[in-house]
């Protein structure tokens, strides 16, 4: 059987500052594993229901509000309130053009 250190390459020094050598059994198992029966079956789908996983979509509005919501979008939504801060309207519909764009992809 090879050792833990072999496998892992570990050096003398590795050893070292982990106490000693690391023991890893990689035998293959000696079991055989026979599952549940029929009835053990019924029973957890009878307590616990069918696996799977339920997906839920999140709606579209949600979605698109969440595109305005992240570092990006806070820097171009502060750029697009300070631009209609001063006054420059050209500017801001361009930011705000471009926010709108990024939300509709």
Same mark, same amino acid.
């Given at each position: 059987?090879?050792?833990?250190?072999? =496998?892992?390459?570990? +050096?003398?020094? #590795? $050893?070292?500052?982990? @106490?000693?050598?690391?023991?890893?059994?990689? !035998?293959?198992? /000696?079991?055989?594993? =026979?599952?549940?029966? +029929?009835?053990? #079956? $019924?029973r957890?789908? @009878?307590?616990?229901?069918?696996n799977?996983? !339920?997906?839920? /979509?999140?709606?579209?509005?949600?979605?698109?509000?969440?595109?305005?919501?992240?570092?990006?979008?806070?820097?171009?939504?502060?750029?697009?309130?300070?631009?209609?801060?001063?006054?420059?309207?050209?500017?801001?519909?361009?930011?705000?053009?471009?926010?709108?764009?990024?939300?509709?992809?």
């Open positions: 059987m090879a050792s833990a250190n072999d =496998i892992l390459g570990l +050096s003398s020094s #590795a $050893r070292d500052n982990y @106490g000693g050598a690391l023991s890893l059994d990689i !035998s293959p198992a /000696t079991t055989t594993p =026979i599952g549940l029966t +029929s009835a053990e #079956a $019924r957890r789908l @009878g307590e616990f229901g069918p799977t996983v !339920s997906e839920e /979509t999140p709606s579209r509005w949600r979605v698109f509000l969440l595109k305005f919501w992240g570092p990006i979008p806070w820097m171009l939504e502060a750029a697009f309130l300070v631009q209609l801060g001063l006054g420059e309207y050209v500017e801001a519909a361009v930011v705000g053009g471009l926010l709108l764009f990024n939300a509709t992809l």
